[in-house]
């Protein structure tokens, strides 16, 4: 993991710093009990919040860096999680590492987005098949980052698999322990899933 945690505009952000983001001092991720005085009310929408990580972002109206939210600042309002595309108001303050939500104001879940009618990322890689259709167990799968891992076995490395494969294959969903047969070859950052299929009398995940 890179140790830049830096949070800035989201193009310059390393991915690895969302993941630190859960790791941050306790004063800064739940807030301190004395109300700082340079608070900035900002509105946006919710860009992506993951309540297993309990924390997720904001993008702020006015064109402004992601704003960190995090899930004890939602639960201090009575508010347990936001989706995606939600508005949101809150009060904001600035730390060393970027704005992070100190109150929500206001949250308005009906502007959300389904998790069905979100765009999947696409890929734009083609991988070319050198397996024949193995058995594979789901060792990991988040739908709507698009993407999940699948193992063969102890010892063996992790099978990465794109959601548009499955969607090529009639697959919405994949949950961790299921087992399916893949057929993959090497992509950019090792082992990829060319192709992805249910096992006999398997139905599809539902949406």
Known sequence: MSDDLGFGPLGARPASSYEAASHRPAAEV??????????VEIS???KWFDVAKGFGFIVPDDGSPDVLLHVTCLRREGHQSASEGARIV?????RSRGWQAFRVISLD??????????????THVTVVPTSGLETAVVKWFNRLRGF????RGDGTADIFVHMETLRRYGIAELKPGETVLVRYGDGSK?????EVRLVD???PASH
């Open 30 to 39: 739940a807030g301190e009990t004395e109300r700082p005085l340079d608070l």
């Open 201 to 203: 009398g398997a139905l």
């Open 148 to 151: 999940g891992f699948l193992s």
């Open 109 to 122: 879940q009906s502007t959300a987005t389904h998790p069905a009618e979100l765009p999947m990322p696409r």
């Open 44 to 46: 946006g929408r919710i």
């Open 90 to 94: 809150v009060e904001a303050v600035q």
């Open 190 to 194: 090792g082992l990829m899933a060319a």
